[in-house]
């Protein structure tokens, strides 16, 4: 069992920057390849960004390549979001997810342990 809350978003202007962080119990974090997925009004959850369960291995949608970094500290059980070059088409709900197995995925059906969210809203 892993709980994840997340934490870190906010308001900021376009251009800005914020780094989301999202903290995990349990012995079993290191274990398991982490996601970040967001949500806007009116639209399906999306895929943002995923990591392996080492560190050594990141994934990003298309979207916020070149903006946005994912990490982990697995002694701090915390995986975190670096959002960089804010747009307001990056405003939504951010949540983390913890995968199935120790690898990078993309899908959210591949991830089982979901946080609650935090909202980031981005003004122009």
């Known amino acids: 069992q892993v709980q994840l809350v997340e934490s870190g978003g906010g308001l900021v202007q376009a251009g800005g920057s914020l780094r989301l962080s999202c903290a995990a119990n349990?012995?079993?974090?290191?274990?398991?390849?982490m996601g970040w997925f967001r949500q806007a009004p009116g639209k399906e959850r999306e895929f943002v960004a995923a990591?392996?369960?080492?560190?050594?291995?990141?994934s990003y949608a298309d979207s916020v390549k070149g903006r946005f970094t994912i990490s982990r500290d697995n002694d701090k059980n915390t995986v975190y979001l670096q959002m960089n070059s804010l747009k307001p088409e990056d405003t939504a709900v951010y949540y983390c997810?913890?995968?199935?197995?120790?690898?990078?995925?993309?899908?959210?059906?591949?991830?089982?342990?979901w946080g609650q969210g935090t909202q980031v809203a981005v003004s122009s």
């Open positions: 349990g012995r079993t974090f290191s274990n398991h390849g």
């Open positions: 990591i392996n369960w080492t560190g050594g291995m990141t």
């Open positions: 997810a913890a995968a199935l197995g120790r690898y990078r995925v993309t899908g959210p059906q591949m991830h089982n342990y």
